[in-house]
């Protein structure tokens, strides 16, 4: 149990939860503005991408403490996903009607 404890304390795991809350809540508040929101998207999303990244991403963790040699995996991961997250991010805020660049709505 101590080592689950470890595992979801790290810094990584806890910024992937922090960008998945504020994202859970500006999906939340855009789909109330937009009325489009709806109980069924918001279990979807928290069966999805939710536990694919934490679990995912723990999972990659304890490969990474039992192979140390592939510990730069982590990062990759932990990258990936922080960058998927902030994506959706921006899509959220750009559903609340914050001007994005056309950079960043690509």
């Keep these: 149990m101590e080592e689950i404890t ?38 979807m999303f928290m069966k999805g991408p939710v536990i694919g990244y934490i679990f995912g991403f723990a999972i990659i963790e304890l490969i990474a403490q039992a192979l140390p040699s592939l510990t730069f995996i982590t990062w990759i991961a932990f990258v990936l996903i922080a960058l998927a997250l902030l994506g959706s991010l921006l899509r959220n805020l750009g559903r609340l009607g914050l001007p994005l660049p056309r950079i960043l709505k690509k």
């Design 6 to 43: 470890i595992l979801f304390g790290t810094l990584k795991i806890q910024v992937i939860l922090i960008l998945i809350g504020v994202d859970i809540i500006l999906g939340i508040t855009s789909a109330f503005v937009k009325k489009e929101f709806a109980l069924r998207k918001l279990a």
